[in-house]
């Protein structure tokens, strides 16, 4: 299961269809299909290579006026594991906080960063509750924060919103960014 696949329905109800079409296509695990803004349904796919490239084929068939349809492979663990998981709590002594236009942008971003150098993934949202955009956190070392943000914002060119690193940050930010309630 080293791919992932990315579809953006422009239809909640189509991209019901697009899921279960995609499913019965190939043999692929449904890691999520979730709104991400009003009228969308993101659907992430995952399998390997052939498979998921098959899936994808059968949601171009099925929607021909799909929002987006894309594939990382490999994809990154960290990525991979971020998707199945909440918050990171543990922290470096720098954070990066990338904000994307939108999901499938920001997940193509998150696995470009972390495999452009040696941070952790801390956290990734996708859409629901902040109007379709997406954003992710990432942990570790200042010079490796800044490099894997530098990576991300490349491959965004427009899609990128804003990207900041923090070295340093105040440990209530860090629980803040990493979704953690206060206490």
């Known amino acids: ?43 992430l796919v995952e399998g390997d290579r052939e498979a998921v490239a098959t899936a994808l084929h059968a949601a171009r068939q ?3 006026r799909l929002a987006g349809c894309y594939s990382i492979s490999p994809v990154d663990p960290q990525v991979q594991a971020a998707l199945r998981r909440g918050p990171k709590t543990a922290a470096g002594p720098a954070l ?32 629901q509750g902040i109007g379709g955009k997406s954003f992710f956190v990432l942990t570790g070392e200042v010079a490796a924060v800044r490099e894997a943000v530098d990576a991300a914002a490349a491959g965004l060119g427009k899609s990128l919103l804003r990207a900041v690193v923090l070295p340093r940050p105040e440990p209530e930010v860090t629980q803040a960014l990493a979704g953690v309630a206060q206490t």
Not at 3 to 22: E, Q, Y
């Open 1 to 43: 299961m080293d791919t992932l696949g990315i579809v953006d329905s422009r239809s909640i109800a189509a991209g019901t269809l697009l899921a279960d079409a995609m499913l019965k296509a190939a043999s692929v695990t449904l890691v999520r299909a979730a709104v991400v803004c009003a009228g969308r349904l993101l659907i």
């Open 62 to 64: 099925s929607e021909p």
């Open 96 to 127: 990066g906080v990338v904000e994307c236009r939108n999901a499938a942008d920001g997940l193509m971003a998150a696995d470009a960063a972390v495999k452009k150098a040696a941070v952790a993934l801390m956290r990734l949202v996708l859409g």
